[in-house]
């Protein structure tokens, strides 16, 4: 007892208490962050909206046939040009095909395209990024006076030199589209990678004789990765947009494919006479890329307050 007593008077504490675990601690702050962000939403219907509309069209892209179960490649001649109506949601087109099942089917293309395209940003760009941080010097010097030409470049410009030169089809603008978000990747990571190339712990695994490739990917990387992710998720409604441009100009999808750029580009000689066929398809571009804008606003600030 007399032990107890004197333990308690070294540390500070009151007689017979202990310190909290840390085990508790972080599992306080967790419910406490979770609550945050649960009254944050609350308070925002237009998250709530832009979240429900962003899984809708994710689950279209997965499952179509939940939605519609018309064919979207095939048409009925004398369906041709009609209007919205019960049966065709979104009217049908020069070939008697169901609107309404050509924009559920194209969310797939459309999605791939603009994941592959922020899948191949990321990733290269956070290379380059990573490396420019840690290695500095000339390495750094060369790789960031590349990005800057690519950042002088127009993106819409640059990807349409690189689509040029790959060809066409979807894939390919994936990647053109992901090569034009390399440079504003790899300067985020950069900038990570040069606030914590410094901290202890890396300096502490330079001490221990640890590699420096392993104490890049084993500590530097993980540290910085945050801020990107966040960029990565900003970055997906700009995507959505340049892929469906270059779908519009012809360089993506082949015809008959759904693609929602190809849809509004079909569109362009009926708009006299059929408005739907461009409209629609261009209501649900700019819907996906408005609720995955407000989203990743809300990241970029949860993002913001955790740094």
């Known amino acids: 007892m007399t032990e107890l007593m004197a333990a308690d008077a070294l540390t500070g504490q009151p007689q017979g208490s202990r310190p909290p675990s840390p085990d508790l601690s972080v599992r306080e702050g967790v419910v406490e962050r979770a609550r945050r962000q649960a009254r944050f939403m609350l308070h925002s219907p237009g998250l709530i909206l832009s979240i429900v509309l962003l899984a809708l069209v994710l689950v279209s892209a997965f499952f179509p046939g939940l939605f519609t179960s018309q064919d979207p490649l095939s048409g009925v001649p004398r369906h041709r040009l009609q209007g919205p109506s019960p049966e065709h949601l979104f009217g049908t087109d020069q070939l008697g095909r169901d609107l309404f099942s050509r924009v559920v089917h194209g969310s797939a293309l459309s999605l791939q395209a603009t994941v592959l395209a922020v899948a ?79 901290a202890v712990y890396v300096e502490a ?70 408005w739907w066929l461009t409209t629609l398809p261009g209501l649900t571009i700019a819907a996906t890329v408005l609720a995955a804008n407000r989203i990743s606003r809300a990241l970029d600030g949860e993002g913001r307050e955790t740094r």
Do not use: C
């Open 120 to 198: 191949v940003g990321l990733v290269v760009g956070s290379l380059l990024g990573l490396l420019a941080g840690y290695l500095g010097g000339r390495v750094d010097d060369v790789l960031m006076r590349i990005a800057d030409v690519l950042l002088a470049i127009p993106n819409l410009l640059l990807s349409l030199a690189v689509v040029t030169a790959l060809g066409f089809g979807t894939v390919k603008v994936a990647i053109a589209v992901g090569i034009t978000s390399v440079a504003s990747f790899a300067r985020v990571m950069r900038s990570e990678v040069l606030r914590v190339r410094g």
């Open 205 to 274: 695994a330079h001490s221990s004789g640890a590699r420096w490739f392993s104490v890049l990917f084993r500590h530097v990387l993980p540290n910085s990765a945050g801020p990107v992710l966040v960029y990565a998720a900003v970055d997906f409604g700009a995507v959505i947009l340049q892929v469906s441009a270059l779908s519009f100009l012809g360089y993506g999808a082949i015809p008959p494919a759904p693609e929602w750029g190809a849809l509004v580009s079909g569109g362009r000689d009926y708009l006299a006479t059929a």
